[in-house]
């Protein structure tokens, strides 16, 4: 991709980006999930396509820095949707509760996600309690 410039877009759009030498972050509107939003679409999408090229269909930009505001193109990279949470996945180690995913500590629920074994096995000690009291 050649190097492109905040200055490249259109004037409308320049002053809702801010350029932290590295990301450019969407200053902008951002909707309550965390994205921005720019004439009616995300805002990332909207700058890579006015920038890079279209986006294909069946395809989402996966931020390779991680920072759901960054607008950046070269922090873009347009990946299938079972890419882009394969990607987040792997950044994700440990359990809310800081238990750390390892093939003996995880399993998988039946809606395809990764739980905790630790949690999971505290989480019914205390149901199991919590009913011996009840009775």
């Known amino acids: ?11 409308s759009l320049q002053p809702l980006i801010t350029d932290t030498g590295d990301c450019w972050i ?5 909707r309550p999930d965390g994205y921005g939003k720019a004439r009616g679409r995300q805002a990332h999408r909207v700058v890579y396509e006015l920038l890079v090229a279209p986006i294909e269909d069946g395809l989402e930009l996966d931020h390779l820095c991680r920072q ?8 873009l990279e347009p ?10 996945f792997e950044l994700v180690t440990h359990c809310k509760s800081g238990h750390k995913f390892t093939p003996e500590n995880t ?5 395809g996600h990764r739980a905790c074994r630790a949690c999971n096995n505290a989480n019914a000690a205390r149901y199991r309690a919590k009913m011996r009291r009840a009775v």
């Open 26 to 30: 969407w200053t902008g509107f951002v």
């Open 107 to 111: 399993y998988i629920r039946g809606n």
């Open 1 to 11: 991709m050649a190097a492109v410039s905040i200055f490249d877009l259109p004037v």
């Open 68 to 75: 759901i505001k960054c607008v950046n193109p070269a922090h």
């Open 79 to 88: 990946v299938t949707r079972q890419e882009n949470i394969r990607r987040r």
